[in-house]
């Protein structure tokens, strides 16, 4: 069983910063990509960041140049650092891990963390 556990959201002010952290366990061999989505309500799931086990990165275009997206491969982890975070930004963020390759064989498409809150105010 692959689990992907989230930690680092809360509560912030517009302009500052948060740093999202993402760990997956459960005997993974390799994991093509991690990456974050978030959520806002009333609206779509939408990608935030993805990053590849190469260490490839792709963005959506409302983050570009203040969120940033890094990967422990050793670990299994993967981060998320925000920075002039603003209203717009206000949303469950989920931890994805794509083409997750377990010791004993198995393959896992996709597997989801349960989402962290992070919410920008003043």
């Known amino acids: 069983q692959v689990q992907l556990v989230e930690s680092g959201g809360g509560l912030v002010q517009p302009g500052g910063s948060l740093r999202l952290s993402c760990a997956a366990s459960g005997s993974i061999v390799r994991t093509n990509a991690m990456g974050w989505y978030r959520q806002a309500p009333g609206k779509q799931r939408e990608l935030v960041a993805i990053?590849?086990?190469?260490?490839?990165?792709n963005y959506a275009d409302s983050v570009k140049g203040r969120f940033t997206i890094a990967r422990d491969n050793a670990k299994n982890t993967v981060y998320l650092q925000m920075n002039s975070l603003q209203p717009v930004d206000t949303a469950v963020y989920y931890c994805?891990?794509?083409?997750?390759?377990?010791?004993?064989?198995?393959?896992?498409?996709?597997?989801w963390g349960q989402g962290t809150q992070v919410t920008v105010s003043s």
């Open positions: 990053i590849t086990n190469g260490g490839i990165t």
């Open positions: 994805n891990a794509h083409g997750v390759r377990r010791s004993s064989g198995s393959y896992y498409d996709d597997e």
